[in-house]
């Protein structure tokens, strides 16, 4: 009776494993499929044209810069701001936008080696 017991909460075990380890890739399969499809018949009928350029200036991060000056150790605060430009697109036979976000440049508030 007991071993009856065991076999039928480890037959139940297994198949939900089975079920589980089944279902998850097949969910990640038709996601794939789906967003594949969308984008890939709707970006050869878009007429994507530049909207507008927007430049910002982020201030990131601070360190500690160590430096000498006649025969006397100094220390200064760094500011790191990083200079980001994005760029809108805009379709006007499907009223969609697009952007596209680059890093242009990363400046450090005192001259010193990296």
């Keep these: 009776m007991i071993g009856l017991v065991k076999l039928r909460k480890l037959t139940f075990v297994i198949s939900l494993i089975f079920i589980i380890f089944v ?9 794939a499929v789906v967003e594949n499809d969308i984008y890939e018949t709707t970006d050869m009928q878009h007429n994507w044209k530049k909207y507008g350029t927007d430049i910002n200036v982020f201030q990131t991060d601070t360190h500690e810069v160590t ?17 980001v430009k994005t760029i809108v697109y805009y379709c006007g036979l499907h009223d969609h936008t697009k952007s596209e976000t680059f890093l242009e440049e990363i400046t450090h508030s005192v001259n010193h080696s990296h």
């Design 67 to 83: 430096y000498w000056k006649n025969f006397m150790r100094y220390s200064r605060t760094c500011n790191i701001s990083h200079e």
């Design 23 to 31: 279902t998850i890739p097949l969910m990640e399969a038709e996601a």
